[in-house]
């Protein structure tokens, strides 16, 4: 019996109502005068109670470690197992993992001996920190103690064995062990898929004595998954089914995930019923995965009805519906649900951030992008977050700023191979071609070694730049980094050859390739002709685009342009009329601009805006100006034939020219002015936007389909070698 501070009986420590509050407590407010009392009434004097108390501090996430740690100092009689076990597994739950170790050793000196609960946290801990050795020595300790047939040991065991990548010593307490219950199985399968080791891991999987339960199938797919091998995890869900083993929330996220990443709607479906079916429907992590699975398979209007329809959504539910939006291309509504999110007092995350960069990027939203690099300093490091960092390299770079690219970069204090090649990528983008080429010197020469990305953002410095014998040397060393080249580094090298005019080189590279050009090569090779006036080629080009793409409008334009800059306007006729029966439609010209913070979109004469008479307004006065600075248009670059003033007006009033006069008109003077067109600039354009930039002394940064322009005071960056 213990007697109160009123020396009246109580009940024993076990059914003490002090102590049955613990388990009603969430925070240290709340536990430190329970601790009062226990204190008080001498409760603290009882293993048991301490027990309960050092749980609470040391184990439950709502509990302070440190004040278990001052407890346990507190403690006169020596601890028993149980006190000595919740201090190690403490340790195993913190951020020092290293501790444990220690404290098992203290312990041991203390002379009390462990026993079947003081391992596993053990385990956990050498495996959190590639102890290698301490974890050996540990499983000594297990086996001359005679503990190696406890389940849960056992088990812990192989998972050390596993996370440390010793797997191969795994497997032999595996096979020397009786106890071959699922939960062993399981983890050995979940350790051989995160080695990669597939056909060891479906190897396991088939020999399992014991009936294989839902844990053991999640294993299994969720390592396909993680593997990338999408349509063999549809396949084994399917396999489950039929061996009539249900399917748990955790099996159905998966298999969406799935369905998602391999665009398998029918699947997907079959889920959304089974769930339905099964009365699931109001289970949030089910309804997340289904809205990232029909966004990734195109459904965007099933995707955004379920979204609407959830009243408390969490953070994930918004981070798949703007993901949804930017692996779809819809950047301009991933940047709307965006704005809606922080309007409805939801506090973005890095999944978040890193959807809406790429979104950001592509519209060229700039002071979006600029907001959210200022959000990311005030929630987080992101010179130690290397995803982010890269996120805002990759943003900067392709809205135009390509200095504040630069500045992310430097700030950058553990730089990823993905960091170098974004920043790589952005200065070829931009035509700092030399410059890129010395930062690829630097990033091999600090110890990275670069991949099939590299070499593409190589290249392309070097396409930019007109550099072929050095873009040459390039694409051969890749081999010295046994990187066989892809269809992305033939492009660039072929594109090089083609715009310098050197198109047997480029049929030569075509003819010894080990993959099949794609209708983007052959695209290149068209283009150039055009530049080069070359009718001939362009027709053979032309044919083999269109073989591949028979609805490539790019292809048919060009084409058009070739026959139309030579006079052939019976050509043109023909080729518009043979595209026209084919049903195809020309991609529409489309040039954005921000300004405020809000994107702007302009089509070719487009006359939607509300600004749209002070737009034309202004263009009436840049034409005006261009004339009187001797500007001539282009006019075999119009494909019809029409009288001149008609063609000069269509010139005119291409997207971008009509985004520029917004800009004028709508930016204080001396301001840069950055557009985004989602096609070539024509080269009509072209020569108007640099005298512009001259006129009205601006900055005009336009990104085309291939490139940065940056135009300065009638010069343009790309030395009009585009």
Same mark, same amino acid.
């Given at each position: ?364 939203? #700039? ?99 007109? #550099? ?255």
């Amino acid at each position: 019996m213990i007697l109160s501070s009123s020396s009246s009986l109580i009940t024993p420590p076990q059914n003490h109502p002090s102590l049955r509050l613990l388990s009603k407590c969430n925070t240290m407010e709340q536990f430190k005068p329970i601790h009062a009392q226990v204190i008080k009434i001498g409760l603290h004097n009882y293993q048991f109670a301490l027990t309960k108390i050092l749980q609470f501090c040391a184990i439950n996430p709502s509990g302070d470690f440190s004040y278990a740690l001052s407890v346990f100092d507190t403690i006169e009689d020596p601890p028993d197992q149980i006190i000595w076990n919740t201090i190690i597994r403490g340790y195993s739950l913190n951020s020092s993992p290293f501790s444990a170790i220690e404290f098992y050793k203290f312990m041991l000196l203390s002379g009390v001996e462990p026993n079947s609960y003081t391992f596993p946290p053990l385990f956990k801990s050498c495996a959190r920190i590639d102890r290698i050795n301490e974890g050996k020595q540990i499983h000594g300790h297990v086996l001359k103690l005679g503990l190696c047939r406890d389940a849960f040991i056992h088990t812990s065991l192989i998972n050390f064995y596993a996370q440390i990548g010793e797997l191969d010593d795994g497997r032999l307490v595996f096979d020397k062990s009786p106890l071959r219950d699922a939960v062993s199985f399981t983890v050995l399968i979940k350790g051989y898929m995160n080695q990669g080791r597939l056909e060891d891991a479906l190897k396991v999987f088939d020999e399992m004595p014991v009936r294989k339960d839902v844990v053991s199938w999640n294993s299994i797919i969720s390592g396909h998954v993680r593997l990338k091998l999408f349509e063999e995890a549809i396949g084994l869900f399917n396999e489950m089914q039929r061996a009539k083993i249900k399917p748990d929330e955790s099996t159905l996220v998966t298999v969406l995930s799935a369905c998602a990443q391999s665009g398998n709607l029918t699947t997907g479906e079959q889920i959304k019923t089974w769930i339905i079916d099964h009365k699931l429907s109001l289970k949030l992590r089910l309804v997340n995965g289904l809205i990232d699975m029909y966004s990734k398979c195109n459904e965007l209007g099933k995707a955004r009805s379920l979204f609407d329809s959830i009243s408390k959504k969490n953070i994930i539910t918004w981070n798949v519906m703007i993901g949804g939006y930017t692996h779809t291309h819809h950047y301009k509504e991933a940047l709307d649900l965006f704005r809606t999110m922080l309007q409805s007092n939801y506090e973005a995350n890095e999944v978040t951030l890193i959807s809406v960069l790429p979104a950001c990027a592509h519209m060229g939203a #700039l002071d979006m992008g600029k907001w959210i690099h200022a959000y990311i300093g005030k929630k987080f490091r992101e010179s130690s977050n290397t995803s982010l960092s890269t996120s805002l390299i990759d943003m900067y770079a392709k809205c135009g700023d390509i200095e504040a690219a630069k500045t992310v970069f430097q700030s950058v204090t553990a730089k990823s191979l993905a960091s170098w090649n974004a920043m790589i990528s952005g200065l070829a983008m931009h035509r700092q071609s030399h410059e890129a080429i010395g930062l690829f010197k630097n990033m091999v020469e600090e110890g990275f070694t670069p991949d099939d990305i590299t070499f593409v953002g190589v290249l392309s410095a070097c396409s930019h730049a007109g #550099l072929v014998n050095l873009g040459q040397q390039y694409f051969h060393s890749m081999k010295d980094y046994k990187i066989p080249p892809k269809l992305q580094h033939y492009g660039c090298l072929i594109d090089l050859l083609a715009r310098a005019g050197l198109f047997e080189e480029s049929m030569a590279i075509i003819k010894n390739m080990d993959v099949n050009p794609d209708g983007a090569i052959w695209g290149s090779l068209l283009g150039a002709c055009t530049f080069y006036k070359n009718v001939h080629l362009g027709e053979y080009f032309a044919t083999k685009a269109l073989e591949l793409e028979p609805e490539n409008s790019g292809a048919h334009m060009l084409l058009s342009n070739l026959y139309a800059a030579d006079g052939k306007w019976d050509d043109v006729a023909r080729i518009r009329t043979k595209f026209k029966d084919k049903g195809s439609k020309k991609i529409p010209g489309c040039t954005s601009i921000e300004v405020d913070g809000i994107v702007h979109e302009f089509l070719a004469s487009d006359k939607t805006h509300p600004m749209s008479n002070k737009i034309y307004a202004m263009l009436e006065e840049i034409n005006r100006l261009l004339d009187e600075f001797g500007h001539v248009s282009d006019k075999s670059l119009v494909l019809y034939e029409m009288e001149d003033e008609i063609k000069e007006g269509i010139l005119c009033q291409h997207s971008e020219r009509l985004a520029i006069a917004f800009g004028l008109i709508s930016t204080s003077p001396g301001t840069t002015i950055r557009i985004m067109k989602n096609l070539r600039v024509c080269g009509n354009c072209h020569v108007a936007t640099k005298l512009i930039s001259k006129i009205f002394g601006r900055e005009i940064i336009a990104r085309d389909r291939n490139r940065f322009h940056h135009f300065r005071n009638g010069v343009c960056s790309c030395m009009d070698h585009w």
